[in-house]
């Protein structure tokens, strides 16, 4: 079955320590994009990525890091500069770099939690 | 910059009654507007899109909104609602660098019955 997988379902970590979280698509599409979401405050984007080799900051970028060496892979970073790590992170993906039509597909979610 | 506002953040409905989950949006441009679902703990899932043409969009699950450019909104609706509805729907508006989704806060619906 086609689709986007994360891993871990949760995840706990220390302060001071950096975490990262795996999101893999097997949808063949171009661009993928990672979101944090807090009670009450929607989805908010961390980083997206239009390419392989390519990616960009988006809204809350501070205290996260990505990389994008495989077109099927999108990893986030939590770095120890990250303030208020706790959150549910979604990843997704969609077909087309830059179509504001298309949709975006969302994998089912990290809950990192920060002891 | 685009914004999207869920004026609800609870709404509760009996099983069986209409729905109407509102959203307002701002952008310059021609909009391109997305309802999701989230049930507790899991992803987001589309349940319909408008970019052109018919201003009223069928989605999945029963769903349909329309679109009023001279309201600047976006509502949800659905005739008779189920209790696997319960759950929580965002709005959200595409624009800008990258495909970038701008998403309201979201609306919690309850079902009671």
């Known amino acids: 079955d086609g689709g986007i997988t994360q891993s871990p379902k949760y995840l706990f970590r220390k302060e001071g320590q950096n975490v990262t979280l795996s999101c893999e698509q097997n949808?063949?599409?171009?661009?993928m994009y990672w979101y944090r979401q807090d009670p009450g405050q929607g989805l908010r984007l961390i980083y997206y990525?239009?390419?392989?080799?390519?990616?960009q900051k988006g809204d809350i970028a501070e205290g996260y890091s990505v990389s994008r060496e495989k077109k099927e892979s999108f990893p986030l970073t939590v770095t120890s500069a990250q303030k208020n790590p706790t959150a549910f992170y979604l990843c997704?993906?969609?077909?087309?770099?830059?179509?504001?039509?298309?949709?975006?597909?969302f994998g089912p979610g990290t809950r990192l939690t920060v002891l | 910059a685009q914004s999207v506002t869920q004026p609800d953040i609870h709404i509760t409905v009996s099983e069986g009654a209409s729905l109407e989950l509102r959203c307002n949006y701002s952008?310059?441009?021609?909009?391109?507007l997305f309802w999701y679902v989230q049930s507790p703990g899991q992803g987001l899932q589309l349940l319909l899109k408008?970019?052109?043409?018919?201003?009223l969009v069928q989605g999945i699950k029963g769903f349909e909104a329309e679109f009023k450019r001279s309201q600047s909104s976006f509502n949800l609706r659905k005739p008779s609602v189920h209790w696997s509805d319960a759950a929580e729907y965002f709005c959200?508006?595409?624009?800008?660098?990258?495909?970038?989704?701008?998403f309201g806060a979201g609306t919690i619906l309850r079902v009671k019955s």
């Open positions: 997704a993906s969609s077909d087309r770099a830059g179509g504001l039509a298309d949709t975006q597909y």
């Open positions: 949808l063949n599409h171009d661009a």
């Open positions: 990525s239009q390419i392989v080799n390519d990616f």
């Open positions: 952008y310059g441009a021609t909009p391109y």
């Open positions: 408008y970019f052109s043409g018919d201003t």
């Open positions: 959200a508006v595409a624009g800008g660098d990258g495909n970038k989704l701008v």
